[in-house]
Nanobody, 118 residues
Framework: QVQLVESGGDSVQPGGSLRLSCAAF????????MAWFRQVSGKERERLAA???????QHADSIKGLFTISLDNAKNTLYLQMNSLKPEDTAMYYC????????????WGQGTQVTVSS
C-alpha cells in the first residue's frame, strides 16, 4: 500500500514562490514515478510534471521555466518548486504515484491548496 502526503500549499501574492512537498510511504516499486497535478473546481485535472527514480523529469509546456519538479529518492519525497506565481495558478495541487510515468496513476494524495491573490 502507498500513502502520499502533500504539504506546502499556502496563500501568496502574485509573483511569489512556493515549494510543495509530497512524502511517499510504501514500496518504491509503486512510487517509481511520481507526478504533480492540479485542479480548479469545475475544470479538468491538469498534469503538471512527473519525475521517476532514474532522474528523468517531464514538465507540461504551460509551466516550463516557472515550475520545477524534483524527486529525492533518499527521502521518498517529491517536490514542486513554483516561481512567478499568477492568480491563474490558484488550484488544489495533488501528488500522484505509479509504477511508470505513462499510464494511470494509481495512488493519490489528499491535495494541498495554493491560492495566488493580491
Amino acid at each position: 500500500q502507498v500513502q502520499l502526503v502533500e504539504s506546502g500549499g499556502d496563500s501568496v501574492q502574485p509573483g511569489g514562490s512556493l515549494r510543495l512537498s509530497c512524502a511517499a510511504f510504501g514500496d518504491t516499486y509503486n512510487t517509481y514515478c511520481m507526478a504533480w497535478f492540479r485542479q480548479v473546481s469545475g475544470k479538468e485535472r491538469e498534469r503538471l510534471a512527473a519525475a521517476d527514480r532514474a532522474g528523468n523529469t517531464q514538465h507540461a509546456d504551460s509551466i516550463k521555466g516557472l515550475f520545477t519538479i524534483s524527486l529525492d529518492n533518499a527521502k521518498n519525497t517529491l517536490y514542486l518548486q513554483m516561481n512567478s506565481l499568477k492568480p491563474e495558478d490558484t488550484a488544489m495541487y495533488y501528488c500522484a504515484a505509479s509504477g511508470n510515468c505513462y499510464g494511470t496513476f494509481n495512488y493519490w494524495g489528499q491535495g494541498t491548496q495554493v491560492t495566488v491573490s493580491s
